[in-house]
């Protein structure tokens, strides 16, 4: 009996603690437009939804994610052979046009992400690189 009443009161305390509206995202939809991921709390949570075909950007993965807490979407690149180059998210709706970019540090095993923009916008995950002359290579729109 004794033991039925202390799972009992461990449990009262654990639910208000992990419904805490502490960890709701700091935006929501066209408000995390311009934001950052990671601080708004929209990467908790995320999924790739897209990516550029291995071996298509040397020594890069470049990712579409999105975040369904937030209906966000960014460009994450884990840049393996630390090369230079501009990570960029784009987003076409209605006529209108938004990006957001994020100029790779260029180290090895560099993980960098762009700012969001809201998935009202048809949206593509792109690399932009520097080999004689600038090549860009994007995502399948979503």
Do not use: F
Request: proline share 5%; net charge positive; hydrophobic share 35%.
């Amino acid at each position: 009996m004794v033991l039925v009443g202390s799972v009992t009161a461990t449990l009262g305390l654990v639910l208000p603690l992990t419904a805490s509206p502490a960890t709701a995202a700091a935006c929501y939809y066209t408000s995390c437009n311009g934001r950052d991921p990671q601080s708004t709390g929209c990467a908790s949570g995320a999924r790739t939804i897209d990516k550029i075909p291995p071996g298509t950007v040397s020594g890069a993965t470049v990712e579409l994610r999105y975040s369904p807490s937030c209906y966000a979407v960014w460009t994450r690149v884990t840049n393996s052979a630390g090369l230079p180059g501009v990570a960029k998210v784009i987003g076409y709706y209605g006529g209108g046009y938004r990006e957001e970019l994020k100029t790779l540090a260029a180290y090895k095993g560099e993980v960098a992400w762009t700012n969001m923009v809201s998935d009202a916008y048809v949206t593509y995950a792109c690399l932009r690189r520097w080999a004689s002359q600038w090549y860009e290579y994007c995502s399948a729109g979503h």
